[in-house]
């Protein structure tokens, strides 16, 4: 079956602007999670939405950061007023449950630029 | 807070050696401990996922180890080969179901 996808696999933005990522989860995982990478780092987590549970946002690095998703399915992940340190890899994963045992399943990634 | 270290950061191996990548983690409290695999462009690939009750996982060429309470990881590679060329990750999982992650290993084999 299809796996987990994001789109745009690349953006390329002037500082300032806001950018708007988007993460397809595989079909009937009730977990999402949204990582960041950026260059010489490790992975970061950002937030993690598990089914209709209030979302854990622990990881966003400031309230520029904020992502939706929509019942069990699509999530967007949203930076205002972009700055340069905001230029990684993000990358998306779900899992079945959401419980702790099981293996994420990550996408592809956006690579962010910002100008 | 977890903080996962992994060691070295990069490694250039002749094909056919077998190699030992170290991860070791400050917080014992973890339910497993995964590795991954990310090659350039595209996403990650999980490996071996190790229940933190159990020892060692194994897939293929690949053996993974657990040792919660000195609190490292290793993973083995068996005979070398250049499409083993990746960056090689490993993740601890804590509450919540997320993952803390290493800053990964840069394997290189060559012909």
């Known amino acids: 079956g299809a796996g987990v996808s994001q789109s745009p696999s690349n953006k390329v933005t002037e500082k300032g602007k806001d950018v708007e990522l988007r993460c397809d989860p595989i079909?009937?995982?009730?977990?999402l999670y949204w990582y960041r990478q950026r260059l010489g780092q490790g992975l970061e987590f950002l937030i993690y939405?598990?089914?209709?549970?209030?979302?854990?946002k622990s990881g966003l690095p400031s309230d520029r950061f904020s992502a939706e998703r929509t019942g069990e399915s699509v999530s967007t992940l949203t930076i205002q007023r972009t700055q340069q340190e905001d230029s990684a890899v993000y990358l998306c994963?779900?899992?079945?449950?959401?419980?702790?045992?099981?293996?994420?399943?990550f996408g592809p990634g956006t690579r962010l630029t910002v100008l | 807070k977890q903080e996962v270290t992994q060691i070295p950061a990069a490694l250039s191996v002749p094909e056919g050696e077998n190699l030992v990548l170290n991860c070791s983690f400050t917080?014992?409290?973890?339910?497993?401990l995964q590795w991954f695999r990310q090659d350039p462009g595209k996403g990650l690939t999980s490996l071996l996922l190790?229940?933190?009750?159990?020892r060692e996982q194994t897939s293929g060429r690949l053996n993974a180890s657990l040792d919660k309470s000195s609190g490292r990881s290793t993973l083995y590679i068996a005979a070398s080969q250049p499409g083993d060329s990746a960056t090689y990750l490993c993740?601890?999982?804590?509450?919540?179901?997320?993952?803390?992650f290493g800053t990964g290993t840069r394997l290189q084999v060559t012909l």
């Open positions: 994963a779900s899992s079945p449950s959401g419980l702790a045992g099981d293996t994420q399943y």
């Open positions: 079909s009937g995982h009730t977990a």
């Open positions: 939405f598990q089914g209709n549970s209030a979302p854990d």
């Open positions: 917080d014992s409290a973890i339910y497993n």
């Open positions: 190790i229940q933190s009750s159990q």
């Open positions: 993740a601890a999982t804590g509450t919540a179901s997320k993952l803390t």
